[in-house]
């Protein structure tokens, strides 16, 4: 499948631009891809991209199969993207959308993550109204009892979703039929990309969107939970595209987007 060709800016770098379809297209492939395959999917020709394939092995970015005589990656682009934590990267990214958002709504929101079979608050952003609700940062929380737990756990691999399931105190207190409806809700859940529930723990309603990529396992939920009562009572549905709106700048700013390469 080619990959999909990006608007050209001002500063556009033919040399990197290169090398990147080059990458992006290997990563897209599940097979060692030739020469003559390459320049398909990037729509070049061979000898444009002789050179940069050259380089880019030898600086074992990819590396050559000595059967097929393909190209594939190595595992130095994970080994560079793993020098820094996948959440101080999260971290920094959601600062200024969750203030942003926070403004925006005049409501409290904060990022969540799972963690060791719990949810866990590592980020928080206070509404600017008087009267506000705040989670504190660092607060842990069993996943099903939270709107941002369940939608985590609705984006799952499945024996991901199982296993942990398993270990869920909640759960396993649940008679079998209310665990088929909840294993249900947690689908339709993962499905839509976010969760509208009733608090568990005081009256009003919890929005959490999701923020990452399930596809490589970086995810977060990015919640507000609305004050019963407020300027938003009753809107809390209304409301769910800004967050997700907000929520997607957190992803795009961690360099991600929210399902694989897109490819045209």
Do not use: W
Not at 44 to 61: G, H, P, Q, T, W
């Amino acid at each position: 499948m080619p990959v999909k060709k990006r608007h050209q800016s001002a500063y556009f770098v033919p040399a990197l631009e290169k090398g990147l379809d080059i990458l992006e297209a290997l990563s897209l492939a599940s097979v060692p891809q030739t020469l003559a395959e390459l320049s398909r999917l990037c729509n070049r020709s061979r000898s444009e991209i002789f050179r940069m394939v050259d380089a880019l092995e030898k600086r074992e970015y990819i590396v050559r199969d000595p059967v097929s005589g393909g190209y594939g990656l190595t595992l130095k682009l994970y080994q560079l993207a793993h020098t820094h934590s996948p959440v101080d990267h999260l971290l920094k990214a959601a600062y200024f959308p969750m203030r942003d958002l926070a403004n925006a709504l005049r409501e409290s929101c904060h990022l969540c993550i799972l963690t060791n079979d719990h949810l866990l608050v590592i980020a928080e952003s206070s509404s600017p109204n008087p009267v506000r609700l705040s989670v504190e940062i660092g607060h842990r929380a069993e996943p099903l009892t939270t709107a941002s737990g369940r939608l985590l756990l609705g984006m799952l691999e499945p024996s991901s979703l199982a296993a942990m399931l398993e270990r869920d105190r909640t759960f396993k207190s649940m008679s079998k039929a209310k665990r088929r409806t909840l294993k249900a809700d947690l689908a339709r859940i993962g499905e839509a990309r976010y969760c509208l529930a009733p608090s568990a723990y005081r009256t009003g309603i919890d929005v959490s969107c999701i923020v990452g990529s399930a596809g490589i396992g970086v995810t977060a939920a990015l919640g507000v939970p609305f004050v019963s009562g407020g300027p938003n009572h009753g809107k809390e549905k209304n409301l769910i595209p800004v967050i997700q709106k907000f929520a997607g700048r957190i992803t795009r700013g961690m360099g991600l987007s929210a399902d694989p390469l897109e490819t045209s």
